[in-house]
C-alpha cells in the first residue's frame, strides 16, 4: 500500500541521441524529477492563447473579412471596394431546376447575361378605380393623402374640355391645380381621350385628391351632361 505521508515523484527518461549521456553514464539516460509542490503554479485551459497566423492562411483571412460591410454606412469605391463572386447559371430559356418546394437552386441568366425575372399576379394588392361619367363640378376621388398612378379621359364635345386634379381640402375649381390636362377632341361629338400613366411611383398628394372638368383653363363652366368620363387609378 503507497504511503499518504511521502512526497510522490515522478520519472521521465531521455534517452540521448548519443547513446552515453554526460549526466548518466551508467542508464544513458537523464532524468527529470518532478516531485509535488515543486511547481509553482496549475496548468488549465483557462486564459486567451494567441495564434500567430501568415503566408497563405493570413492572406485567405483579409480577402474574407474585406467583402464585410456595415449596412447603411459602408460606401462604394470604385478600384477599392471588394466583394464576392456569385456564380449564375445560363439557360437560354428560363428552367425549372429545383425539383420542389423549400429546394436550393442558383440564379439564372440568359443569352446576353441578363438576370431572369417574373412577376407574380397579387390578387389581394392594386390600385383602386375611380369613375366619374359625368365629370364637371370638383369630386372626391380620396379625401386623405394618397397617390394616383394613371389617368384615363374621354370627351364628346366639339370643343376641348379641361380635366384638372386638386391637392386640397376645399379647392377652387380652376385656381391653383396640382394637375390640368386638356382633353382633345376631333370637332365633333365622335369622341377623342388621352391615357397617362404615370409610372410605378406616381404622383403623390398630400392632402387629398380631387377632380373636375370645365370649358376654359380658369373657368369652372360645366363641359355638359355625361361629355367627359374619366377614369384614376389610386391608393
Same mark, same amino acid.
Given at each position: =500500500? ?8 515522478? &520519472? ?36 486567451? #492563447? ?35 463572386? /456569385? ?16 429546394? /436550393? ?42 397617390? =394616383?398612378?394613371? #389617368? ?12 384638372? &386634379? ?31 400613366? &404615370?409610372?410605378?411611383?406616381? /404622383?403623390? #398628394? ?27 387609378? &389610386?391608393?
Amino acid at each position: =500500500m503507497a504511503d499518504a505521508t511521502k512526497t510522490p515523484k515522478v &520519472f521521465v527518461q531521455l534517452r540521448t541521441p548519443l547513446g552515453d549521456s554526460a549526466m548518466d553514464d551508467t542508464n544513458d539516460s537523464v532524468k527529470v524529477t518532478i516531485s509535488s509542490g515543486g511547481f509553482d503554479g496549475v496548468v488549465t485551459n483557462a486564459g486567451t #492563447f494567441a495564434t500567430q497566423v501568415d503566408g497563405d492562411a493570413l492572406t485567405a483571412l483579409q480577402l474574407i473579412d474585406n467583402t464585410v460591410a456595415v449596412l447603411g454606412t459602408a460606401t462604394y469605391s470604385e478600384a477599392t471596394t471588394s466583394g464576392n463572386v /456569385i456564380g449564375v447559371v445560363r439557360n437560354d430559356a428560363l428552367a425549372t431546376l429545383a425539383g420542389t418546394d423549400n429546394e /436550393i437552386a442558383p440564379l439564372q441568366v440568359d443569352v446576353a447575361g441578363a438576370l431572369f425575372v417574373t412577376t407574380v399576379s397579387n390578387t389581394t394588392h392594386g390600385h383602386a378605380a375611380y369613375t366619374n361619367v359625368d365629370t364637371s363640378a370638383l369630386a372626391t376621388i380620396k379625401a386623405s393623402a394618397g397617390t =394616383m398612378y394613371w #389617368f384615363h379621359a374621354t370627351s364628346i364635345d366639339e370643343t376641348v374640355a379641361f380635366v384638372s &386634379f386638386y391637392d386640397a381640402t376645399s379647392p377652387t375649381l380652376g385656381s391653383s391645380p396640382k394637375l390640368m390636362f386638356p382633353i382633345p377632341t376631333q370637332g365633333d361629338a365622335q369622341g377623342a381621350g388621352l391615357t397617362i400613366n &404615370f409610372g410605378p411611383h406616381g /404622383i403623390k #398628394f398630400t392632402n387629398s385628391i380631387k377632380i373636375g372638368a370645365a370649358t376654359t383653363v380658369t373657368g369652372s363652366t360645366d363641359p355638359g351632361t355625361n361629355v367627359v368620363v374619366t377614369n384614376v387609378g &389610386f391608393e
